[in-house]
T-cell receptor, first 113, second 113 residues
């Protein structure tokens, strides 16, 4: 199976609720990143967390990283309809650079009014 | 500072034709990456280039696919004798040296008919 697998594959919530997505990976990493992709569009970088960090915040986003379990979670608080998108985690395979990022299959988030 | 620019956004080719996808990195970025995304899947790494050099092409099919990043001008991903299975979204990303952050373009959606 591939590096970087997200779950759930799909998530549907109502506006105002929190959304939690998880990502697991298999090899050692330097960094883990989360990206958002709106339907038919490119990827937007959300947040990067380094392997020596456990938690990071950016606005309504909270990312955690557990290197012992090789897993990360992305929490979006007080979701909005505009958060509807696919969310991907990406790992850098211990290169420390953007080269050869490995993406998971993504979580499709639907936020309804 | 314009983002990563890809063109065309949509490309339709008949089986056996050639497809040329262009990518202009962000100003000051000397590293370019190409990824392919099949429907409902995550992005898969294809090739990593620096100016006039291919650094890592381990994700690129050995036949029919080639990439270049000349000293002047955009990076080009070239697919010869396209087949239906080449239909996908092709994304380009760029980054400055020694950075784990990759900035993505809007992608080129290739349809082979």
């Amino acid at each position: 199976s591939q590096q970087g697998e997200e779950d759930p594959q799909a998530l549907s919530i109502q506006e105002g609720e929190n959304a939690t997505m998880n990502c697991s990976y298999k090899t050692s990493i330097n960094n883990l990143q989360w990206y958002r992709q709106n339907s038919g569009r490119g990827l937007v970088h959300l947040i990067l967390i380094r392997s020596n960090e456990r938690e990071k915040h950016s606005g309504r986003l909270r990312v955690t990283l557990d290197t012992s379990k090789k897993s990360s979670s992305l929490l979006i608080t007080a979701s909005r309809a505009a958060d509807t998108a696919s969310y991907f985690c990406a790992t850098d395979l211990n290169t420390g650079t953007a080269s050869k990022l490995t993406f998971g299959t993504g979580t499709r988030l639907q936020v309804t009014l | 500072n314009a983002g990563v620019m890809q063109n065309p956004r949509h490309l339709v080719r008949r089986r056996g034709q050639e497809a040329r996808l262009r990518c202009s990195p962000m100003k000051g970025h000397s590293h370019v990456y190409w990824y392919r995304q099949l429907p409902e899947e995550g992005l898969k790494f294809m090739v990593y280039l620096q100016k006039e050099n291919i650094i890592d092409e381990s994700g690129m099919p050995k036949e029919r696919f080639s990439a270049e990043f000349p000293k002047e001008g955009p990076s080009i991903l070239r697919i010869q004798q396209v087949v239906r299975g080449d239909s996908a979204a092709y994304f380009c990303a760029s980054s400055p040296p020694h950075s784990p952050l990759a900035f993505f373009g809007q992608g080129t959606r290739l349809t082979v008919v």
